[in-house]
């Protein structure tokens, strides 16, 4: 379900020595079902901003609402919003503990206190979602590959029933191969579930493939926030803050000044492709 962010601050180490200020003034809209990327350099505030979406870190001033309502309310029920809003970490790690695949996916599940068949049902569906074979089921966790730890952690979280996934890095140290398994799974998650997904990458390419919406952070404020022709679009701006455009975008913008009429603003592969095939036909 939606998301809206007011007038967000967060300072760590308030009143300290170490005092940084982390975000400043976020205000954003996450409507229900967008698939929506985030990007930004290290230390940019974009895991620090992602961390408030279901209640692990509380805003020093501004406010989170979920569904209309303000999740740092006294009485607001932050069990319930941590099922809904689901967050995988970038180290898949950090979240299975348990013996073995199948029971690390029905942890979630089971401590909403459901009922063993509907856990297991839950559990049996999520671990279909992500792709994993059944094989793996009473496997431990830990000697699984990267990869397959990620269809795992995520897993867990689909259990859940999340109205809102939230991945910090997926593809981190995986191969191009492991990287696009993951995306697919994702993009076919968002198109099947109709969940709004929210994907934290520093993968220009895997952004401009897979999203509708990006989200630019910049020493804790949003740069930029639109579709992802117009924010590429701003590649030198992206440059000085040491991200960039997918490389199909500096393709085009060569292509244009050695005299090609092709469109710059292109931001992926098959975007390019197609216009420079028109453009060879036309000539």
Request: charged share 25%; hydrophobic share 40%.
């Amino acid at each position: 379900m939606a998301i809206r962010i007011e007038h967000l601050n967060y300072i760590y180490g308030a009143g300290t020595a170490f005092e940084k200020h982390a975000l400043r003034d976020i205000n954003l809209n996450l409507p229900e079902g967008q698939f929506i990327g985030m990007i930004g350099h290290t230390g940019s505030g974009k895991s620090t901003l992602i961390q408030h979406l279901n209640g692990l870190l509380k805003g020093t001033s501004g406010a989170v609402y979920y569904n209309d309502k303000n999740i740092y309310e006294e009485g607001f029920d932050m069990k319930r919003l941590r099922s809904s809003v689901g967050l995988v970490f970038q180290y898949p790690e950090h979240q299975l503990f348990e013996a073995d695949v199948f029971t690390d996916v029905c942890f979630g599940p089971k401590n909403l206190g459901l009922c063993k068949e509907e856990v297991e049902s839950r559990a049996y569906e999520a671990l279909r979602l992500v792709g994993l074979k059944e094989k793996y089921y009473k496997v431990s966790p830990f000697e699984l590959s990267g990869g397959q730890k990620r269809r795992v952690a995520i897993a867990g979280i689909l259990a859940m029933n999340p109205e809102v996934l939230v991945l910090d890095e997926p593809t981190a140290g995986l191969d191009p191969k492991g990287r696009d398994d993951i995306l697919d799974q994702v993009s076919k998650l968002h198109d099947e579930k109709k969940i709004t997904v929210i994907l934290v990458s520093h993968s220009m390419e895997d952004v401009a493939r897979y999203v509708e919406r990006i989200i630019v952070m910049n020493k804790g404020q949003v740069m930029f926030d639109d579709v992802p022709r117009e924010v590429f679009r701003h590649y030198k701006e992206l440059e000085a803050i040491g991200l960039a455009a997918p490389q199909v975008t500096y393709l085009m913008h060569g292509l244009q000044e050695k005299g090609w009429a092709v469109p710059a603003d292109a931001t992926t592969v098959e975007e390019a492709a197609g216009a420079i095939l028109e453009y060879l036909q036309k000539a």
